[in-house]
């Protein structure tokens, strides 16, 4: 019911955007956030954003990278800028239905797919 697209390589210093298109089930009631995960490590929060609006950033990302949604569509965004070689990992889009969005994986009921990030330095 999510599909991420907009993965790819890219050189240090460079940028991204992300996409995560709902198809179904995902609403503008939902809070969504953005996950990745390194292989052979945990899954983390990097970029949330509540039904209303607000977001929150994990310090590793804060102030390079920016989330946003468009409602009426419900498609989430990640804007990474100033992308580092740290930065390379699977990237997950995730919801739920609720007000307040968490950074805990365990607080979400759906997600997508993934699509790989790749910086090189």
């Known amino acids: 019911q999510l599909v991420e697209s907009g993965g790819g390589s890219v050189q240090a210093g460079g940028s991204l955007r992300l996409s995560c298109a709902s198809y179904?089930?995902?609403?503008?009631?939902?809070?969504m956030g953005w996950f990745r995960q390194v292989l052979g490590k945990e899954r983390e929060g990097i970029a949330t954003?509540?039904?209303?609006?607000?977001?929150n950033y994990a310090d590793s990302v804060k102030g390079r990278f920016t989330i946003s949604k468009d409602n009426a569509e419900v498609i989430l965004y990640l804007q990474m800028d100033s992308l580092k070689p740290e930065d390379t990992a699977m990237y997950y889009c995730?919801?739920?239905?609720?007000?307040?969005?968490?950074?805990?994986?365990?607080?979400?009921?759906?997600w997508g797919q993934g699509t790989q990030v790749t910086v090189s330095s």
């Open positions: 995730a919801a739920n239905w609720g007000r307040y969005a968490t950074m805990r994986e365990y607080d979400y009921t759906y």
């Open positions: 179904g089930h995902v609403y503008s009631s939902h809070y």
């Open positions: 954003i509540d039904s209303d609006g607000s977001t």
